[in-house]
């Protein structure tokens, strides 16, 4: 399978020694040197993967990534970036990045992380002999397969790790789950960072289902999360 890596980077250099690696390892990578040139390369090809820096000229690679996420919630996103600060990182992965990595980084560490991601979201992928996993959760329906949560005739677009992470939810409802559990399942490490990103998702969550005052996610403190689902809801 041919993989498509669009990299957004300005340091003309690095770029181009990015580039060179990324095609001796197999990756088809198209390189761009500014956000705008980013995403209108985006708008007009296909891509598996975007490798993006945040310090861009014209449009940033938060702005970028935001403009990408509007329409797209399933290409994976790594930052590249000399910024360090834990904001910057909560901010990426609130954005919908999926990893980050800090300048200078090694080619063999970015190599691994691609593979990582990439291997993620083909095991995340519901196969479509699959029949569809539904969920009624008080006044939402949660179709796992179809990724999506419903509330009326108004749906909600998840991501692969957004279903992921409700359906262990659902499947553990009213018990706790292990972050760890969660973590090795579905980022397949329970470092500190993919902890980090599964806190963002556990917000991104609570806010899907707030329209139901009933439905609550409680941290369990040094364990995990639990799903609180009343009896009285539970269709």
């Not at 702005?63 to 290409?75: C, F, G, P, S, V």
């Not at 090694?106 to 002999?129: C, D, F, G, V, W």
Request: charged share 25%; with cysteine; glycine share 6%.
């Amino acid at each position: 399978m041919d993989i498509k890596i669009l990299l957004v980077e300005d340091d003309h250099n690095l770029g181009e020694v990015l580039q060179e690696y990324l095609e001796l390892k197999g990756f088809h990578t198209t390189l761009c040197r500014d956000g705008e040139e980013g995403w209108q390369t985006y708008q007009t090809q296909s891509f598996d993967m975007c490798l993006i820096d945040i310090m861009l000229p014209k449009m940033d690679g938060f702005a970028l990534t935001e403009r990408i996420r509007k329409q797209d919630n399933h290409t994976p996103i790594i930052f590249l970036t000399a910024k360090s600060l834990i904001e910057d990182t909560l901010k990426g992965l609130r954005l919908g990045a999926d990893d980050y990595l800090t300048k200078p980084f090694s080619m063999e560490e970015l190599l691994l992380r691609i593979q990582a991601i990439l291997r993620r979201a083909q095991s995340n992928t519901p196969s479509p002999k699959l029949e569809a996993e539904q969920y009624v959760l008080g006044k939402f329906l949660f179709d796992y397969t179809a990724q999506k949560l419903f509330d009326g005739e108004a749906a909600q677009k998840l991501t692969s790790k957004e279903a992921a992470l409700l359906k262990m939810l659902c499947d553990y409802q009213n018990q706790t789950l292990a972050r760890s559990e969660a973590l090795k399942a579905i980022w397949h490490d329970d470092t500190y960072f993919n902890a980090r990103s599964m806190d963002v998702y556990i917000t991104k969550l609570r806010k899907y289902l707030k329209g139901d005052p009933r439905l609550e996610i409680l941290n369990v403190h040094g364990q995990g999360f639990r799903l609180v689902v009343p009896q009285d809801v539970i269709g």
